[in-house]
């Protein structure tokens, strides 16, 4: 019998353990985050339990069952420096709860748990250890790494224990594992559930991102003394761009698949009030589950972004951040998710993921899915982030319904 | 006979004498500003004039003619710092040349050359000795004023025997001149004259401004995770906005007295690409030779602001920064003027001024007008400010043409 009151009080320990009065601070690969891991592997043991590292510094914790074909229940403990007391956690502590549930049974098949090491990306890699285990990693760019402060990642992997150049061998032992599917529960970082009315949600996927930055090279020149005509304002030319781009992302949302494009970054030079903008930076951060509808959103910012240089006199050249397809998730799973979180809370809607999580990852190597908690003041990554506890515990109570389901499902395909 | 290359010389003396390698060194109220006025009084003094001070430091010389009905020619030796070699000295050395022409003669009027101290605003208060002629000096701002390094400007005029608080006093010395017209030649400091192939040009007023800071307040948020209709996206409801004004100014350019609108200075919060903004501060800065064009400017733009916020979901306040009425200038002047340089270079076109100048505060109290020259590069203020020594000269002649078109038509009239 799922207990998500056990799971909320859990989460509070943890907090208090691990958080200051500026949030949490499980930051990957610091005395703190080995603070919640050690309190988690006494939780682990408490179910007769002990969890085994990989060469990522991965956390597994394995439950047999009859048959090794293997569920995989994922999340993350670490956070960003001052987050949030639920981002990464819910999902490891809904996946005890999982394991406190089905336990105590005759398991027709294996249940693993994992908590991913890094997913925060400390050292400038979201995902590193998912990525590692599913055989993505970038070596030379692991190498390379530092945190914000000059730490290397090699040197934090060696005060671990781990050799950076080991890392490609947690793929050697997620392929070990006979996985036929990964389920991860999280907060949906987002305001759509909450706007909805709805306290959990089925993830379809997490988008593809395209992420870009604009340079636009004008001429500075006097606010007074240049008539419109002479202008070669670099600033309106990327203005005109982000309007542009804000309409193509609604036509293209209108006709199917949801496309969000974002100008976060805009630079402007000298910057001054009095003079025409001779320079201007913008980023461009475009996202969908589609990979068509993404490819259809680059060339209508490429379209846009020539017209804004051509009406406004200024060049433009453009320069990839970085990016990385769409990856929808598994049909079978998705259904099944939408049956837990309509039968535990009434209905079910359907939703892709904006960020990338340690799913999107698994989702290229075996059916995976995830399941939304709402997020209702939208908030993440900071102390404010919050859902309140009624919501909360119908999420983790749909996941382990899910992981229910999925134990079936998965039975009796062996 | 006017000797346009004695003129020239004069100012590559001048430079000479007061730049360094990072350009024009004339700050007023420095010792380099005062080594060029003390050059400018042996210039005068090869003449046998003497210059005598008024009580906001500008610099006045007489040439006495049989009536007291006098003929003001003005401009500022004083530069920016790392400034050009003609902005402001173009003009006073232009005057000395008429003096010369001029004084060999036996004058009808009386002609009288300023050397206005400040023009350039060194304490944040732009056209400080010819505001306080005009009898126009906020004393309370003149009282608080500071340099960039902090230097108050009440410690600098004492360094040179000046009292702020005698600063209005000035005022009474302008009115005891019988003052009939004031003519001033500068150099374009922008682009139009050049994009007409014309080496001079008639100015026919000096544009008002309208300069205000934007605050849009929206809110940030999660570039994946927050669909397009919940977004509260501040930078675009900025960049709404200054399309629109750029649209607005054409309209209202199009319809016949030309209006200019500057977005200069942006700042969005918080600045990274994958956050929607939650805050944009945009500068508007809005110019006009017609007053009632530009307030159908500043109309168009609280329209455009209103509408950028309200289709974003965004709030929008206003800050006036700075404000000056439009100064046209007087017609029977800038038809001698044109008549000048059309005589002289055999075209003459008519334009504004942008930026503001000393003949803006005489032309509230006389008849007034300028003749710029051409800009080629359209630049000032930096030491790539240049024009052509050929073009220079055309424009010295049409202005002690100018000098001596008014003394007739002064002459004509007392």
Redesign the interface.
């Known amino acids: 019998m799922t207990d998500a009151s056990r799971v909320i009080g859990d989460l509070r320990e943890l907090g208090a353990l691990t958080s200051n009065d500026q949030g949490a601070q499980r930051v990957a690969w610091t005395p703190v985050w080995q603070r919640a891991r050690t309190w988690f592997a006494e939780k682990l043991a408490a179910l007769g339990l002990h969890a085994e590292r990989d060469e990522a510094g991965n956390s597994w914790a394995t439950l047999p069952g009859r048959s090794p074909a293997t569920i995989i229940l994922g999340s993350h403990l670490d956070s960003v420096p001052d987050g949030g007391w639920l981002d990464g956690s819910l999902g490891v502590l809904a996946a005890l709860e999982a394991l406190r549930v089905y336990g105590t049974r005759d398991l027709p098949v294996t249940l693993r748990l994992v908590d991913w090491a890094d997913e925060e990306g400390r050292f400038g890699m979201s995902l590193l250890g998912s990525s590692a285990a599913a055989g993505r990693i970038d070596l030379d760019a692991a190498r390379a790494a530092r945190d914000r402060n000059g730490l290397t990642l090699v040197d934090a992997l060696r005060d671990h224990d781990l050799n950076v150049d080991a890392l490609p061998d947690a793929h050697q032992h997620l392929r070990s594992i006979d996985a036929r599917a990964y389920l991860e529960l999280h907060i949906?970082?987002?305001?759509?559930l909450a706007?909805l009315g709805a306290p959990a949600g089925v993830v379809v996927g997490t988008?593809g991102?395209e992420?870009y930055?604009l340079q636009f090279a004008g001429q500075a020149?006097?606010?007074?003394?240049?008539?419109?005509p002479?202008r070669r304002?670099a600033?309106?030319a990327?203005?005109?761009m982000?309007?542009e781009c804000?309409e193509a992302?609604?036509r293209i949302?209108g006709a199917g698949t949801?496309v969000?494009c974002?100008?976060?970054?805009?630079?402007?030079q000298?910057?001054?009030?009095?003079?025409?903008?001779g320079a201007?930076e913008m980023?461009l951060?475009m996202?969908s589950l589609d990979a068509a509808a993404l490819a259809s959103m680059v060339a209508a910012a490429r379209t846009a972004a020539a017209r804004g240089a051509a009406d406004n006199q200024v060049s433009v050249e453009w320069r990839r951040?970085w990016n990385i397809d769409p990856q929808p998730f598994d049909a079978t799973l998705v259904q099944l998710c939408e049956d837990a979180v309509r039968e535990e809370t009434g209905q079910a809607h359907r939703l892709p993921?904006?960020?990338?999580h340690d799913a999107t990852e698994m989702a290229a190597l075996m059916p995976s899915v995830m399941l939304f908690a709402a997020s209702p003041n939208?908030l993440?990554h900071c102390r404010e982030e919050n859902t309140p506890d009624d919501i909360l515990e119908q999420a983790i109570r749909a996941y382990v319904r899910l992981v229910g389901k999925t134990i079936e499902r998965v039975t009796s395909d062996v």
């Not at 949906?188 to 759509?192: A, C, H, K, R």
């Open positions: 949906e970082q987002g305001p759509v706007s988008f991102v992420r930055m020149a006097h606010a007074g003394s240049t008539p419109l002479l304002d600033f309106l990327a203005a005109q982000a309007i804000r992302a609604r949302s949801a969000v974002t100008s976060g970054f805009v630079h402007v000298p910057n001054i009030p009095t003079a025409i903008p201007c980023s951060d996202r951040l993921s904006g960020p990338v939208g993440s």
